[in-house]
């Protein structure tokens, strides 16, 4: 693993070092915060609720309607955590529903607002491609134009909040 960290793996080398120079001096957090200063009030379920179907419907009026959005205390701080998407297939009296459901990392509750819309618009997109392909990232660009820099971003407030172990520190003489 490199040593910037599992968030930032497949970036070219010469853009990771910047970031290790800002992980050395201690100043990634900031760099971050001076970059994406708005919070957002998006506290709860109910909001988290209202706040992704305001997105979903500017943009995704035709993907299926979502039976429950809410944030997740139990997702990790890994990428591909950071929010889930699934349908769950429940038998409501003689009828198989297929219900849709997103679930956003609770430490989504103090990101930047931006980093919170990024992953609503990472999920939302999910309703309708699976995979990270193409016509994903498609999707996240129509819904946020500066989708890619904020992915990037995301991933280093990640690294910031979670820096990498160290490298061992060769032996000195004393
Ligand atoms: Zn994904």
Redesign the pocket.
């Known amino acids: 693993m490199p040593l910037t960290g599992r968030y930032l793996q497949g970036y070219p080398p010469a853009l990771l070092a910047q970031v290790q120079r800002l992980i050395d001096d201690g100043s990634l957090a900031q760099a971050v915060a001076r970059r994406h200063p708005e919070p957002h009030a998006v506290r709860t379920d109910r909001a988290l609720y209202d706040y992704v179907n305001t997105l979903k419907s500017r943009h995704m009026k035709s993907a299926p309607p979502l039976a429950k959005v809410a944030y997740d205390a139990r997702l990790h701080l890994v990428m591909?955590a950071l929010?889930t998407h699934s349908a769950v297939s429940r038998v409501q009296g003689s009828q198989l529903k297929a219900k849709r459901e997103i679930r956003i990392a609770a430490l989504f509750k103090d990101a930047p607002a931006d980093f919170l819309r990024m992953i609503v618009v990472?999920?939302l997109a999910?309703l309708k491609e699976r995979e990270?392909g193409k016509a994903f990232y498609a999707l996240c660009l129509h819904m946020a134009p500066d989708y890619h820099q904020l992915e990037f971003d995301l991933r280093l407030w990640l690294t910031a909040l979670d820096p990498p172990t160290p490298a061992a520190a060769p032996n000195r003489p004393s």
């Open positions: 591909n929010g990472h999920e999910h990270h």
